[in-house]
């Protein structure tokens, strides 16, 4: 199943972050939480506005995803406001064999790779 099938039109609910270590690094995946599923990231992302400018991740609560598609290099969901979350695909990030897993309310589990 292609990404764009899973994600278009979810919207955000939430983020789940993992436990930091004694530095406030995140060392493991964050879940994003969307009305029709979870998407846990287990590879590093960035997200961007159209302008290549860092947003907070709090800034696409409640956003709805307008596209997804994947690149030779990362795996992209755009939500409301033209604001974009990559998700590496370089093979130097990966530190399971998929980049990130949706798993639906109902259906079966997608992995990003």
Known sequence: MA??????????RGIDTPAADAEGS??????FVFDT????????????????ERVDSHAIFGCRVTAAYATDTAHVIVFDG????????????FVRREAAVFRPVTGSMVEFR
């Open 26 to 31: 995140i060392t493991s995946g964050i879940t």
């Open 82 to 93: 033209r604001i974009a979350l990559s998700i590496s695909r370089r093979e130097e990030d």
């Open 3 to 12: 990404t764009s099938d899973v994600l278009t039109g979810a919207v955000l």
């Open 37 to 52: 599923g979870r998407l846990t990231v287990a590879n590093p992302f960035t997200l961007k506005c159209d302008s290549g």
